[in-house]
């Protein structure tokens, strides 16, 4: 077996820190399975009660947008202000937003 | 609840806890680093609730620290299994789960009783302990029915280890009603032993004698490195 096989597989770990919210990234853990993963990430990532929920997801299905696309893909959206909801005033009853 | 009974709940969590601790830094993994001071820590606060309930009901003034740093070997309580050297850690883990799985049936009988303080320790600690006994089972199974090598090692460990099991059942003078808890346990560790795979040794006659202070060698080396420094500074703080 090659060192990488005999490594535990990486794991993405997102956590929802109160009901209502989303889950959010917050690392990462090496782990056998996803069982054993959210066991490891409760003890890593909750220790202080920092969540009610978890989600992992291994680190290998996750697909990313690749940085050399930057110019075409990300800085379009920059100049566009109609886009961005910023005329509006938000009433202080709306929360998480 | 009397005085020897609250010593044998607080000495079981708070040797098993040391033990845990030895593993800081010496895990298989990181995470399983950090898994195993969770466990350990919860134990040793269980054990601070124990020990802190014992000191009242003997009523001379000891608190929890006096009974867990100023004790000698022969006045330690806790049953032999906790007290073993942590061998591999497949070893570590089976012992866990066979303690585990005891540990959790005796508090959720604890937390019923009538009596506020000791139904409140229990109930706390239950909850703890049902996560306890759901790591390691989930490793025992993965040891188990994993690779020929981790199925080797963790069958050497329960067969080294079963018959120090048999101490927790025995009904004596402060434990009447020990043997109550035999036939859930056997049926819990013996569905987590079908799913790994895991044979279940046949009972042998040996019989470990820590709840009556009689130990193993291996106790007093353990109360060296964990007494060693408050018996060399007493009243020390962080």
Same mark, same amino acid.
């Given at each position: 077996?090659?060192?990488?096989?005999?490594?535990?597989?990486?794991?993405?770990?997102?956590?929802?820190?109160?009901?209502?919210?989303?889950?959010?990234?917050?690392?990462?853990?090496?782990?056998?399975?996803?069982?054993?993963?959210?066991?490891?990430?409760?003890?890593?990532?909750?220790?202080?009660?920092?969540?009610?929920?978890?989600?992992?997801?291994?680190?290998?299905?996750?697909?990313?947008?690749?940085?050399?696309?930057?110019?075409?893909?990300?800085?379009?959206?920059?100049?566009?202000?109609?886009?961005?909801?910023?005329?509006?005033?938000?009433?202080?009853?709306?929360?998480?937003? | 609840?009397?005085?020897?009974? *609250?010593?044998?709940?607080?000495?079981?969590?708070?040797?098993?806890?040391?033990?845990?601790?030895?593993?800081?830094?010496?895990? =298989?993994?990181?995470?399983?680093?950090?898994?195993? *001071?969770?466990?350990?820590?919860?134990?040793?606060?269980?054990?601070?609730?124990?020990?802190? /309930?014992?000191?009242?009901?003997?009523?001379?003034?000891?608190?929890?620290?006096?009974?867990?740093?100023?004790?000698?070997?022969?006045?330690?309580?806790?049953?032999?299994?906790?007290?073993?050297?942590?061998?591999?850690?497949?070893?570590?883990?089976?012992?866990?789960?066979?303690?585990?799985?005891?540990?959790?049936?005796?508090?959720?009988?604890?937390?019923?009783?009538?009596?506020?303080?000791?139904?409140?320790?229990?109930?706390?600690?239950?909850?703890?302990?049902?996560?306890?006994?759901?790591?390691?089972?989930?490793?025992?199974?993965?040891?188990?029915?994993?690779?020929?090598?981790?199925?080797?090692?963790?069958?050497?460990?329960?067969?080294?280890?079963?018959?120090?099991?048999?101490?927790?059942?025995?009904?004596?003078?402060?434990? =009447?009603?020990?043997?109550?808890?035999?036939? =859930?346990?056997?049926?819990?560790?013996?569905?987590?032993?079908?799913?790994?795979?895991?044979?279940?040794?046949?009972?042998?006659?040996? /019989?470990?004698?820590?709840?009556?202070?009689?130990?193993?060698?291996?106790?007093?080396?353990?109360?060296?490195?964990?007494?060693?420094?408050?018996?060399?500074? =007493?009243?020390?703080?962080?």
């Amino acid at each position: 077996m090659s060192t990488s096989e005999k490594e535990w597989p990486l794991w993405e770990v997102f956590i929802r820190s109160k009901q209502g919210l989303d889950h959010k990234h917050c690392g990462s853990l090496h782990a056998p399975d996803a069982k054993m993963a959210i066991r490891l990430a409760r003890d890593v990532y909750t220790r202080r009660s920092e969540g009610v929920s978890i989600w992992v997801v291994p680190s290998n299905a996750i697909t990313a947008a690749d940085p050399a696309e930057r110019e075409s893909f990300v800085d379009p959206m920059a100049d566009k202000i109609f886009r961005h909801p910023t005329f509006y005033e938000l009433p202080d009853e709306v929360k998480h937003m | 609840m009397n005085f020897e009974y *609250a010593l044998r709940l607080g000495d079981n969590s708070l040797i098993l806890g040391q033990r845990l601790a030895e593993w800081l830094g010496h895990s =298989p993994a990181l995470e399983e680093d950090i898994a195993s *001071a969770n466990i350990s820590l919860d134990l040793i606060g269980q054990a601070r609730l124990w020990l802190t /309930l014992a000191g009242r009901l003997e009523g001379r003034g000891r608190d929890e620290d006096a009974l867990a740093y100023l004790r000698e070997e022969r006045e330690f309580r806790n049953c032999t299994l906790v007290e073993l050297p942590n061998g591999d850690f497949a070893f570590t883990v089976v012992r866990r789960v066979l303690f585990d799985a005891y540990h959790g049936l005796l508090l959720e009988r604890l937390a019923l009783s009538g009596d506020a303080d000791l139904a409140a320790i229990a109930a706390k600690s239950k909850k703890e302990v049902d996560y306890h006994r759901r790591h390691s089972a989930d490793w025992v199974i993965r040891l188990g029915d994993g690779t020929e090598e981790s199925h080797r090692r963790a069958q050497a460990a329960l067969d080294a280890l079963w018959n120090y099991t048999h101490e927790f059942f025995v009904p004596d003078a402060v434990d =009447p009603g020990a043997a109550e808890l035999h036939a =859930p346990w056997l049926a819990d560790v013996r569905s987590i032993l079908a799913e790994a795979t895991l044979q279940v040794p046949a009972d042998g006659k040996f /019989l470990s004698t820590g709840r009556q202070g009689v130990h193993s060698e291996h106790l007093g080396y353990l109360l060296a490195e964990m007494q060693v420094l408050h018996r060399a500074h =007493p009243g020390a703080k962080w």
